[in-house]
């Protein structure tokens, strides 16, 4: 089993930055893949982005030139830093992480509100 804790979330005016933080605790060692999900009001869970253990990374297209995501495999920790925030980023951000088995784990979230 893992559990998941995400933090950092709040909120900040458009064209602001915030960083989510995500640890990891429990059967670490069998994580491969850590990334951030996010569901705004009114819509469907979507991935923002994601990284696997050798540092592989993919994003959603809105999150690209504006969100990075990185991993510290050493705390087990998962970030994801967002820069020129938008009102429509505003959502509830859900880490995430699946283990070589296929298992999918799931923090319980954090908010992100965007103001204009």
């Known amino acids: 089993q893992v559990q998941l804790v995400e933090s950092g979330g709040g909120l900040v005016q458009a064209g602001g930055s915030l960083r989510l933080s995500c640890a990891a605790s429990g059967s670490t060692t069998s994580i491969n893949g850590m990334g951030w999900y996010r569901r705004a009001p009114g819509k469907q869970r979507e991935l923002v982005s994601i990284?696997?253990?050798?540092?592989?990374?993919n994003y959603a297209d809105s999150a690209k030139g504006r969100f990075t995501i990185s991993r510290d495999n050493v705390k087990n920790t998962v970030y994801l830093q967002m820069n020129s925030l938008k009102p429509e980023d505003t959502a509830v951000y859900y880490c995430?992480?699946?283990?070589?088995?296929?298992?999918?784990?799931w923090g319980k979230g954090t908010l992100v509100t965007v103001s204009s």
């Open positions: 995430n992480a699946y283990d070589y088995h296929g298992t999918s784990y």
């Open positions: 990284i696997i253990r050798s540092g592989t990374t």
